[in-house]
């Protein structure tokens, strides 16, 4: 198929498929199960491929995502949410648990009895407790007071998890994988004090991927280490080659003598963590930094490299390949031999 | 219609009603002509709106963006972009210009020429110039050199534009506008001096609006005025009451001791300016800020105050809400009598 238009997201199959197979064997080599988060690429093509390779099973945020995973054949969800389920929602759950071996996330509980009263036992549950990043998530030492509540109004509680998002910091990587065994043993131990014994205690963000700890953790869920991104380029996590997508962009101006894209935040996501150097990186250009970004310009710096001639083309990747992936409606798969149109299906389902 | 799941985003149709038509009154007052950017809805419910009140055509980012608003009958489109042309789009652009009037940006002689070898004398053009925002557009006093180079390759250089973006800053408001108003007499000056008669002197940015010089400019091109968003609350552009578009949000954990939403990041955008003091704000809770936003969590700290129950509904708005309504394919629109979906026709048409 010959080229779309610019900006667009063009996925390295070769590089991809390097990252889905390496991911898979490291988590087979350490025993634990590899359950990816596929809120990262929302492609079914994708998800097929980590199965192929390996995956027990793959790991949404919304119920909308699971809707699409299942109805394209994965069997085996993880809604990694603190899901306020109501009647409708629950509708839509049960409807899936018809179809898939489904699991949700629960952080407190309250959370959990209205899980359980509105699910009963045909819906699993895990209990999320905190490990260090403050966003959901309960204080790991009171999982089994969320998890009884749960249990007593019907729900499975199959054990639990946390996400180690303080990964995402300079320096930041070992320490949170170190918190996230730490939080995960302590929850596990407060069910199993209980009486609750966890068959499933899960963590894993890409970041900390390496350093996890596997005597702990029972499954793995990280998202981002099919594609990575500037972020993991700048964190360190991984090298430039390992980085599978990128955007490519038209230089549409050289004002200021800079050199101005047609990639904005519109395409590239408009994410910039406090450690980022800009707002995504040039590959070809790795001293260059997009100094400015609005919706459809990015403003590059190129530390006083030649500018590219006008009307000619650059890849971009972007800061945070989540929410760049979330904006198109397909990514270009570059095969070797041509591109291939791979719908993102996930995309834009919040709820 | 019954409210869709949340996260969803939703609009006040009379605070909207009223933005439309006090912006177009105030154009209509001053005697220049209004041409509102439609990046920010890309809905053409709100765009026959914006006619309906006397809008002199539309201001459009993209040829695809042009494409949806020609096909829904909006007949007078500039795309305020320097567009690169190259064979595949000038065959887009000029089957555009059989059914509308079609304008679009340049800013080097190099572009310039380039537009006018594609596309002759069937589509117009304005030669963008930089007011102080430092991305795209020339200097103002070399603006006859790109429009020569347009005439001389056989486009019609109608004019000249800029869009003054350094409006978004503390205090910059009225600095901006006056910028916007020197730079376009000098470049509109260098035209006549190089006998070139600019019928179209365009400008303006939402920010910038009440202070823009329509003793200089022909026409205004705001777009975020129509919702407003939290950016333009905390410049100070508009109060409260003026914003009629907010994301309606589900309590999902009070993990923490906070407020954590499901309106994250793939609902609301990651923008966060420097000057912003989080990630969206809250209407009704006006001291609380969201501290940290994932593409599907807002981690909010209410400033003390009681924390409305799990399950309960919150409405936060959007930082930027133009990369907010790109996220989704509905706008859920209030009546007053009910919920009444409008298309977002023009999300994701970045080419």
């Known amino acids: 198929m010959s080229a779309p238009p610019t900006p667009y997201l063009r996925v390295d199959v070769g590089r991809l498929q390097v990252n889905i197979d390496s991911t898979a064997a490291r988590a087979a080599a350490a025993g634990v199960a590899l359950r990816p988060h596929v809120k990262t690429h929302k492609c079914v093509e994708i998800a097929r491929r980590q199965v192929a390779a390996g995956a027990a099973g793959i790991t949404v945020a919304t119920v909308g995502e699971a809707e699409v995973f299942v109805e394209a054949g994965l069997d085996d969800v993880f809604v990694a949410y603190p ?21 949700i996330g629960v952080d407190s509980a309250e959370g959990a009895a209205n899980a359980g009263r509105l699910l009963g036992d045909r819906v699993a549950a895990l209990v999320e407790v905190d490990s260090g990043h403050h966003r959901s998530g309960g204080p790991p030492e009171r999982a089994a007071e969320v998890a009884g509540a749960g249990i007593e109004a019907g729900i499975d509680v199959r054990g639990v998890f946390t996400f180690p998002g303080h990964s995402y910091a300079p320096d930041g990587r070992a320490a949170a994988a170190r ?4 939080a995960l043993t302590v929850a596990a131990a407060a069910l199993r004090a209980a009486g609750i014994e966890p068959s499933v205690v899960s963590g894993g963000s890409t970041p900390s991927l390496a350093d996890s ?9 990280p998202g981002v ?10 964190l360190g996590t991984v090298g430039q080659e390992q980085i599978s997508l990128s955007c490519r962009a038209t230089v549409v101006s050289h004002a200021g003598g800079r050199l101005v894209l047609d990639s904005g935040s519109k395409t590239l996501g ?12 040039l590959p070809e250009h790795p001293d260059a930094r ?11 710096d190129l530390a006083g490299a030649p500018l590219p001639a006008l009307g000619s083309r650059v890849d ?14 397909d990514l270009w798969a570059d095969t070797g031999d041509g591109l291939v149109r791979w719908p993102v299906s996930g995309r834009g389902r919040n709820s």
Not at 84 to 102: G, N, P, Y
Not at 179 to 182: L, P, T
Not at 213 to 221: A, G, K, N, P
Not at 270 to 281: I, L
């Open 225 to 234: 280490y099919v594609f990575n991104d500037a972020q993991q380029w700048e």
């Open 290 to 300: 997009i100094v400015q970004l609005s919706e459809h310009h990015a403003v590059v």
């Open 316 to 329: 971009v990747v972007p800061n945070h390949v989540c929410n760049a992936v979330n904006l198109v409606d």
């Open 179 to 182: 918190d996230e065994a730490r």
């Open 213 to 221: 700890d596997t005597s702990v953790l029972t499954e793995l869920r």
């Open 270 to 281: 408009a994410d910039r963590a406090g450690y980022a150097t800009g707002y995504g990186r």
């Open 83 to 103: 899901l306020w389920v109501d009647e409708r929602s629950a509708e839509r759950v049960l409807a899936l648990a018809e179809r898939a071996r489904l699991t």
